[in-house]
Each structure stands twice: as C-alpha cells, then as structure tokens.
C-alpha cells in the first residue's frame, strides 16, 4: 500500500510540474526571425515570403501539438506517462508525424521536408523532420524538433546539431 501511495504521489508530482512551452509575441517574433533566416541562407531559390510564413506557422503549430498532447513535464518524463498509459501522445515520432501533415496541408513550394532519425533501433531512437530542397546538402539541412523542447521548436543545421547525429529515416 505504502509502494503504491508513493508511486501515486511521483505520478501526481511529475505530472504537475510545469512546461514553458507558451509562445508570447516577443518570443514568436524572435525565433520566427531566426528561423527565417537559417531558411533563407540556406538557398537563394527560397521564397522569401513562404519562409516567414512558414518560420511563424511552424513555431506556433509546435507549440499548439504540444498542449494538444497535454505536455506539461519533460519529454522523458511525458514518455513515461505515455507508457504507463497516463497520457495518449507525445512521443517524437507524432510530432514529427503531426508536424508533417500540418506542413503537407500549406503546400509550401519552395522547400521540401523529410523524417531523419537519430539512434536508430535503439531505446532512445528519436525522429524529427528537416527542411531541405535540391540544393541544399545533408548537413546544410534545418533540423526542425518539437519534442526534445516539449513543444519549443528546435532549429539548426544538421551539422550544427551537438545533441544529435541524424540519417534520413
């Protein structure tokens, strides 16, 4: 009885701790600068309205998945309540997925997007999508992650990427 009031309170505890993945104007208008402008340098055949279209499109649906799946926790921690059946999404792999189906819908013409994948068939495998177009090589390409920020967009060249070492998936 003592085991299971003390796993209640871990689970009641963890899951009350708070997320900072609210998006304030000041902070949609910074990142979406940054962003925009890792896309524009990485091509000159970008187009420079689809790219601040999609830089602020993107941050904000990031943080829209993020409290669709009630992320309130660390990503580690919202995967274990995954697990334990305490919660239904939130996993990588959907905001990948959900990131690219929400992309696929605005019909963006002048970049393409693809899954890369990151310790593959292994316990901590992780997806992302990266966007990318013809000209720009593997390395140039812009990770684009909304899980290990819970809901934060993380971007960077793949090159530029310390956490991880990404293939195509």
Do not use: Q
């Not at 305490?86 to 997007?113: E, P």
């Not at 090589?137 to 793949?158: Q, T």
């Amino acid at each position: 009885m003592k085991k299971t009031l003390l796993y209640i309170f871990i689970i009641i505890f963890l899951t009350a701790c708070s997320n900072k993945n609210n998006v304030t104007k000041n902070n949609l208008n910074n990142n979406s600068k940054k962003l925009y402008n890792l896309i524009i340098k990485s091509s000159e055949y970008i187009d420079k309205n689809e790219a601040s279209d999609f830089s602020k499109n993107i941050i904000l649906h990031s943080a829209f998945l993020a409290k669709s799946y009630k992320v309130n926790t660390h990503p580690l921690i919202h995967n274990t309540l995954i697990n334990l059946n305490l919660k239904h999404k939130g996993f990588c792999y959907h905001y990948a997925n959900d990131l690219l189906k929400y992309i696929n819908y605005k019909k963006y013409k002048s970049f393409k997007f693809k899954k890369i994948v990151s310790n593959r068939n292994n316990y901590f495998e992780h997806t992302a999508i990266i966007l990318t177009r013809k000209d720009i090589n593997f390395e140039n390409s812009i990770v684009l992650d909304a899980w290990r920020d819970a809901g934060k967009l993380y971007f960077s060249k793949i090159k530029d990427d310390k956490k991880y070492e990404w293939e195509l998936k």
